[in-house]
């Protein structure tokens, strides 16, 4: 069945230092979702990506969809202590529910 | 206040217990999932519901049961056959069946066993 790997698993970054996380699908995607969870609450929705090769931008983070829709990233520009928690991305192909991935837990560093 | 509302925060199963978790939403969302969250597992998905009456089986649906009598409610319970049932459960409503629209979660119930 499909599986959408995400890494890294961890990453610790200094407050002001940038952060990226990947995401890699075994299927070409239809969609790809990003969620944040933070310590103890439960994921909340940021963003979708449908086009390939789309790229959105929410202030400091940068949202990318791959030209074969088999991958994505999503990267933090000058990271604050706001941004601690877990990234998720989910995917979505054929008529199967979203699959997500594992997660990245950011931890930054004041 | 619209939302999805899970009860409880917190459960404790005992051994050969079947429990409970209950999952409400006044969103008129058609769509309704149930997760299982273990650390550093991300997101599992037991069951789905797209329509009252109806539910399909996730990736972990074993020692699992849900029922979806009314669109605004979708209760799981966790029976006996599941024997490792810690865990932190988030239930999650879209307002679409297609799965392109995002997903709305609860707060979440952490189940451990006594």
């Known amino acids: 069945g499909q599986q959408v790997m995400q890494i890294p698993q961890y990453q610790h970054v200094q407050e002001g230092e940038d952060f990226t996380t990947y995401c890699n699908s075994s299927t070409t995607l239809s969609n790809i979702q990003w969620y944040k969870q933070r310590p103890g609450g439960h994921p909340v929705f940021l963003i979708q990506l449908v086009k390939s090769g789309e790229v959105k931008k929410q202030k400091r983070l940068t949202f990318q969809f791959g030209e074969a829709k088999k991958n994505s990233s999503l990267h933090i520009t000058a990271t604050q202590t706001t941004d601690v928690g877990t990234y998720f991305c989910a995917g979505h192909s054929g008529n199967t529910p979203l699959v997500f991935g594992k997660g990245t837990r950011l931890s930054v560093i004041a | 206040d619209g939302g999805i509302t899970q009860s409880p925060k917190y459960l404790f199963r005992k051994e050969g217990q079947n429990v409970t978790l209950s999952c409400e939403q006044n969103?008129?969302?058609?769509?309704m999932y149930w997760y299982r969250q273990d650390p550093g597992q991300g997101l599992r998905l037991i069951y789905y519901?797209?329509?009252?009456?109806?539910?399909q089986k996730g990736d972990i649906a074993e020692g699992y049961s849900v029922s979806r009598e009314k669109k605004e409610s979708f209760p799981l319970t966790v029976t006996s056959a599941q024997k490792n049932p810690t865990a932190f459960y988030l239930c999650?409503?879209?307002?679409?069946?297609?799965?392109?629209?995002?997903?709305?979660f609860g707060s979440g119930t952490q189940l451990s066993v006594l």
């Open positions: 999650a409503s879209s307002p679409r069946t297609d799965f392109l629209e995002k997903l709305f």
């Open positions: 519901s797209q329509i009252v009456n109806d539910f």
């Open positions: 969103l008129n969302h058609d769509a």
